[in-house]
Nanobody, 124 residues
Framework: VQLQASGGGLVQAGGSLRLSCAAS????????MGWFRQAPGKEREFVAA????????YYADSVKGRFTISRDNAKNTVSLQLNSLKPEDTAVYYC??????????????????WGQGTLVTVSS
């Protein structure tokens, strides 16, 4: 069972990226999924989460209105659209699955399957 994140890269401030996370080994269509990020020297922090159906989403205040999380259960993928990027968004972004939950949560401890991370670098 693994999650594979992709889509990171170098972008100028104000630009956009789309991160994708593909699951293999099992389906997470009944589970909440989330994105977290970790900047150098900082703790991993919550970014966004989505319910099993996609009908409910949560966002960190710092990304609300700029980032959009979505999922395609038929393809077993979850995505994060990053718009209006700022230098402070620079971090390694991780997707994660909460295998015991259907509704989204900001609690990092609820997520028990993690991807390897993809680096997003925003230049000023």
């Amino acid at each position: 069972v693994q999650l594979q994140a992709s889509g990171g890269g170098l972008v100028q401030a104000g630009g956009s990226l789309r991160l994708s996370c593909a699951a293999s080994g099992r389906t997470f269509s009944s589970n909440a999924m989330g994105w977290f990020r970790q900047a150098p020297g900082k703790e991993r922090e919550f970014v966004a989460a989505i319910s099993w159906s996609g009908g409910r989403t949560y966002y960190a205040d710092s990304v609300k209105g700029r980032f959009t999380i979505s999922r395609d259960n038929a393809k077993n993928t979850v995505s994060l659209q990053l718009n209006s990027l700022k230098p402070e968004d620079t971090a390694v972004y991780y997707c994660a699955a909460a295998a015991r939950m259907t509704n989204p949560t900001t609690r990092i401890s609820a997520y028990d399957v993690w991807g390897q991370g993809t680096l997003v670098t925003v230049s000023s």
